[in-house]
């Protein structure tokens, strides 16, 4: 039973650059959320994306944007990069948009941007 | 709005003790759900428990228990006979039905290492 995939497993990146992140959900999840998790802190909401639309979101700008597709993986964009948006960037899944099973994450990208 | 704090930030114990993980949490929504995770150096969250605001019944799984007392707002967590493979870091997390149950607020971890 394949988990949560996530590629890159590392990026580095320049400032001003973009940078497309990905994620495979779990094996039977239909719903697909974002977290950025900066160093030494607690993961923060991105966004969540179920039946292809961003259904909620966090207090990110608008460089952060996303998507999902039919077979329910999605993509991660950030724009215009600033270097604090170095990051680890977790990908979470679970089943159904109402939240109403735990979220299963995935090992994360690490993003640095110089 | 809605706040976990997690005021241990490094814990330290030797094998086979026990050890507590303290969590307290604020929110104004009165359906809400509470989550312990692990994140070992891999870097994965590795879920371990959830729970509902409507269920104050204590858990345990294994050497693995959950306290949760709504009259203080907390959601403790207690590792028993601790082993080396419990080193990680543990977050406590809330989310909110009205604020979405997949946003997830999460505390700033404790680190714990087992010495062995």
């Known amino acids: 039973d394949a988990g949560v995939t996530q590629s890159p497993t590392h990026l580095i990146k320049t400032r001003g650059q973009q940078v497309t992140l990905r994620c495979s959900p779990k094996?039977?999840?239909?719903?697909v959320s974002w977290y950025q998790q900066a160093l030494g802190q607690g993961p923060q909401f991105i966004f969540q994306y179920y039946e292809e639309e961003e259904r909620q979101r966090g207090n990110f700008p608008d460089r952060f944007s996303g998507h999902q597709f039919p077979n329910y993986s999605s993509e991660l964009n950030v724009n215009a990069l600033l270097l604090g948006d170095s990051a680890l960037y977790l990908c979470?899944?679970?089943?159904?948009?109402?939240?109403?099973?735990?979220?299963?994450f995935g090992n994360g990208t690490r993003l640095t941007v110089t | 709005a809605q706040k976990v704090t997690q005021a241990q930030t490094e814990i330290s114990v030797v094998e086979k003790e026990d050890v507590t993980l303290d969590c307290v949490y604020e929110?104004?929504?009165?359906?809400?759900?509470l989550f312990w995770y692990k994140q070992p150096p891999s870097g994965e969250l590795v879920f371990l428990i959830r729970r509902n605001s409507f269920d104050e019944q204590n858990e345990i799984s294994g050497r693995y228990s959950w306290n949760f007392q709504k009259s203080t707002s907390s959601f403790n967590f207690t590792i028993t006979a601790s082993q080396v493979v419990d080193s990680a870091v543990y977050f406590c997390a809330l989310s909110e039905v009205l604020t979405g149950a997949n946003n997830l607020f999460f505390g700033t971890g404790t680190r714990l290492t087992v010495i062995p």
């Open positions: 929110t104004r929504d009165t359906t809400y759900y």
């Open positions: 979470a899944s679970s089943l159904g948009g109402q939240g109403l099973s735990p979220l299963h």
């Open positions: 094996s039977g999840h239909d719903t």
